[in-house]
């Protein structure tokens, strides 16, 4: 099989997204698994507030006629058999579609958030779950400036959803949602069902690395926004002072938080920030912890931080919604708790000080939930069937 994979990349540095993670592990599996592929797409971080790109780049989020022409041409030269687009925000843009369909190859569409229901990409609104604007217009995202806080920004993000929805809806050939909590989000979008399909992110057999010396630690790695229960991390960790045994709460990420997250622990006991980390580095961090937390208060479409941390065997402490109860079995390699409810985090902390052999039997369950549900030739075996799908069957 010959795939070209479009991925606008989120970050041109040493610490990557987890999209663009996701979406590496995937190409490097594809090749290892002996299929043809190649990539082509711009760095997000390749645009400066000065630059002339920038300036237009409200009109070209919606049609980018450059990212166009160089797909066509790409197309052309390279003669795959299917085309794989993951994220296209804001370089790329749905003219890719287009450039596909005109040169005959069928497309296959990764949703790795909401971004095609919802402008904001969260079904959030102040903190809130929305999904007011899933299968409608967007104008209440205008009204709420929903894409980063900003009624600017937002504009021509709603205006690409209502410009290309036909074309979102009716080229590609296939749909890939991460969960079945996620296609369950977005089924008022309108997406053909025939051509929906739930395949998980691919999550590579990694070797463990030794557990580092020094107290035991449970971990937050990822993102420091709201959306991600930053927030709601920081109050469950004062609920608990002075755990038996010296636990300690390690955070590892980036984000706009962080000037409130930094200030915040240098008042508590106990707390390491060390921000963003390279993939090994965070895979190690997270391989030493007792558990990893996941409190988001957005509902997670997969939830790569919970499904890497079970891969090392170690349990999770995640939100009980979206994907995480998909991936996580409560009490048996990981516990559920409420978002937004800093004190059942914190009884999971505490318990975590005080019941290390139980957390680590729900460790050694969580590495054998891992070999079971997350087999990662299994995963590329799924996804070269999708494609095989969309060959089969092109819109």
Sequence with gaps: MRVLVLHNRRRATTTPSGEDRVVDVEVAALRAAGHDVDTCGPHSGDLRPVSLRAATLPATVVWNPESYLTVRRVLRRLGPDVVHVHNTFPLLTPSVLAAAGAEGVPVVVTLHNYGLGCPGGELLRDGRYCNACVGRSGLRALRHACFQHSRPKTVPVVATQVVNR?????????????????????????????????????????????????????????????????????????????????????????????????????????????????????????????????????????????????????????????????????????????????????????????????????????????????????????????????????A
């Excluded at 971990?219 to 755990?243: I, T």
């Excluded at 706009?256 to 895979?283: I, N």
């Excluded at 988001?296 to 995640?318: D, K, N, Q």
């Design 166 to 394: 036909r074309a979102w809806s009716g080229r590609p050939s296939a749909y890939i949602f991460l969960s079945r909590a996620q296609r369950r989000e977005l089924a008022a979008a309108g997406f053909p069902r025939e051509r929906c399909f739930v395949k998980w992110n691919l999550v590579p057999d990694v070797p463990v690395p030794p557990a580092p010396d020094g107290p035991p630690y449970v971990a937050y790695l990822g993102r420091w926004v709201e959306a991600k229960g930053v927030d709601v991390l920081m109050r469950a960790w004062e609920q608990v002072p002075c755990l038996p045994g010296g636990l300690r709460l390690v955070i590892a990420g980036g984000g706009p938080l962080e000037p409130t997250l930094r200030a915040w622990a240098a008042t508590q006991r106990a707390v390491d920030v060390v921000g963003g980390l390279p993939p090994d580095q965070a895979r190690a961090l997270a391989a030493g912890a007792r558990a990893v937390v996941v409190p988001s208060t957005w509902r997670e479409p997969f939830g790569l931080v919970a499904v890497e941390a079970m891969a090392a065997g170690v349990p999770v402490i995640a939100s009980r919604h979206g994907a995480l109860p998909e991936l996580v079995n409560d009490g048996v390699d990981g516990v559920l708790c409420t978002p937004g409810r800093p004190g059942e985090l914190a009884a999971h902390l505490r318990s975590v000080a005080l019941d290390p052999d139980r957390w680590a039997a729900m460790g050694r369950a969580a590495r054998g939930t891992y070999l079971r549900a997350h087999d990662p030739a299994a995963n590329v075996e799924q996804l070269v069937g999708i494609y095989r799908y969309a060959v089969r069957h092109p």
